[in-house]
């Protein structure tokens, strides 16, 4: 039914901007009359070639604009063309929804791996780099060089946005009550207090923020030689390393997400792993009457383990066999998380067996514990106790209470994939037909208020091309609680790593082959400092207090101005 609405609602919008180019006065020929013709209310000199009616009566033109593809409406006039910019742009946002809706399907088909790796962040940026691409291919060189600036602006818009007000938004809107920088999920009572509320994600969504920082290598490579090299060869074979390294880079970041899964799993299981040796350890230094399995200098009481081994050694034959370690576990009951007992029984197993007799020793036993003593030293824990509750939170840290959900299958798979492939081909569509009348009408509306199109790009495109991912990431943080902020924060972080490669590599190919000149110091630099400042803040915490968002959102309005007085106090562009 949405996606209905949203159709007829297009139709609509073309409709009425159909009428942004208005009829065309045909010149009278020369034996008319001035009597034989009816005013048209704009001028009655006939004898020039043909004039476009404005849009607006109080902006007109009279310089004639150029239809895209021969048929697309255009006008002269400021309003007009801030009228085609809404069209377009809502044209932009609904095919950035279907590409979203179509790939969510996909990816609840076909799970993650190259689908959620390769394709969908690749669609996910989709929109904007169809937007970049446009920017730079239409006319000759001299307009390409001032339409390239529409996509430098899209683009550092989109990545400083989704960074900074999508970022500090979420965090303002999945904030829960904090204790010991911990969150409590769905529980909110401390209201916008800046040190007692805030949001948790995942270590790996550190990971994703480091990713995203190490992203901006390739503008530092294609800005830095530009003060030292004045060749045009050598600008333009700087460009060329440039694209290189951004390439090579995308490939990168591709195979990380298609190997993240399996990445992901490994590690959850040995956190798993470590949760239950140390929930093992626990249990052992609370059964009192054996007597404490730790000295006073903290090391292994032999003495003591010796007759835990006893108790554990249910058949007395002096040997610990799989079923007697899995009779320990069961009686440990690990409430907090969900495994399979017979699997860590194996793995508890493996770790304690030395010699591969599938039975364990007494020395075999006191070696595991003593390896595991260590262990805890390492996670400076003063106590067994201490260690099972630092081993839980790294389990949570790294999704462990996400994965452990049930994954609900998908109904009548056939009907979903269609329509999924129907969304992403309509998406695409839209997308490409779009993107150069949008481009055009923001080249248009520049020449008409004398606004610099940089401006008007960084701040209205990545409204259109980003809002629906905005609106689906703010939603999902609404919800409250670890694993929901870890996703909003992950596909942040991911959306600006792709803007810096996917859409970077796009726009160096267009500077490269149409021989443009590198001519962006000011939003490069905002960039690289939005984008290091953000990564190194979100790289080595995962908590993020009220007050952070602050942060975020006065890092919006500084970079605009930084471009402003760069280029136009400073004349660095």
């Not at 039914?1 to 609602?9: F, I, Q, Y």
């Not at 399996?262 to 059964?287: F, P, V």
């Amino acid at each position: 039914m949405t996606h209905k609405r949203s159709l007829t609602l297009l139709f609509f919008l073309l409709l009425l901007s159909d009428l942004t180019y208005a009829r065309v006065i045909t010149n009278r020929s020369s034996s008319s009359s001035a009597s034989d013709l009816l005013s048209d209310g704009v001028h009655d000199d006939f004898s020039r070639p043909s004039s476009v009616l404005g849009f607006n009566p109080f902006l007109g033109s009279d310089e004639t604009c150029e239809q895209t593809f021969g048929f697309m409406p255009c006008t002269t006039t400021a309003f007009g063309n801030l009228f085609l910019l809404l069209v377009y742009g809502y044209l932009m946002f609904l095919a950035a929804t279907y590409l979203s809706s179509g790939s969510e399907l996909l990816l609840e088909i076909l799970g993650p791996g190259i689908i959620g790796g390769l394709f969908l962040p690749t669609l996910g940026a989709l929109p904007d780099a169809m937007l970049i691409l446009v920017s730079g291919l239409s006319g000759d060189t001299a307009t390409a060089q001032s339409q390239v600036s529409v996509g430098m602006g899209l683009l550092s818009g989109s990545t400083v946005m989704l960074i900074t007000v999508i970022w500090g938004t979420c965090v303002v809107v999945g904030k829960c009550d904090m204790q010991n920088s911990i969150t409590a999920d769905g529980k909110d009572t401390k209201r916008f207090n800046l040190t007692g509320s805030g949001v948790c994600t995942d270590i790996w969504t550190s990971y994703a923020a480091r990713i995203m920082a190490i992203s901006i290598i390739p503008f530092l490579v294609v800005q830095l030689p530009q003060a030292a090299v004045h060749s045009t060869s050598g600008k333009h074979l700087v460009v060329l390393i440039a694209l290189i390294i951004s390439v090579t880079m995308l490939i990168s970041y591709c195979l990380y997400q298609v190997f993240q899964p399996w990445i992901q799993s490994r590690r959850l299981a040995y956190a798993k792993h470590k949760h239950i040796i140390s929930g093992i350890l626990k249990q052992l230094n609370e059964r009192e009457p054996l007597g404490r399995f730790l000295t006073d200098e903290g090391t292994a009481n032999e003495v003591a383990l010796r007759r835990l081994f006893d108790v554990i050694d249910l058949d007395k034959d002096g040997f610990l066999s799989a079923s007697e370690l899995r009779a320990l576990i069961v009686g440990i009951r690990f409430e907090e998380i969900n495994f399979d007992q017979d699997d860590a029984a194996d793995k508890v197993m493996k770790d304690f067996d030395k010699s591969g007799d599938d039975r364990i020793e007494f020395s075999e036993f006191m070696g595991g514990v003593k390896k595991w003593l260590e262990e805890a030293k390492r996670y400076k824990a003063s106590s067994p106790d201490h260690f099972h509750e630092q081993t839980k939170r790294e389990h949570d840290l790294l999704g462990g209470s996400q994965s452990d959900e049930i994954v609900e299958g998908v109904e009548n798979p056939k009907w979903t994939s269609f329509k999924a492939v129907l969304l992403l081909l309509l998406g695409t569509v839209i997308a490409a037909v779009f993107a150069d009348p949008l481009v055009d009408a923001v080249d248009n509306f520049s020449a008409a208020t004398s606004i610099p199109s940089f401006f008007i790009s960084f701040i209205a495109l990545p409204i259109a091309t980003n809002s629906s991912e905005a609106v689906s990431a703010i939603i999902f943080a609404s919800r409250k609680n670890l694993r929901s902020a870890s996703l909003t924060f992950s596909e942040l972080y991911g959306a600006v790593t792709m803007n810096n490669v996917l859409c970077l590599s796009v726009f160096l190919g267009l500077v490269y082959v149409r021989g443009l000149t590198w001519d962006f110091s000011s939003e490069v630099l905002v960039i690289v400092i939005v984008c290091l400042l953000m990564g190194a803040f979100s790289s080595f915490r995962t908590t993020f207090p009220l007050w952070t968002s602050i942060v975020a959102f006065s890092l919006y309005p500084f970079s605009l101005a930084l471009v402003y007085v760069l280029d136009y106090v400073f004349g660095w562009s």
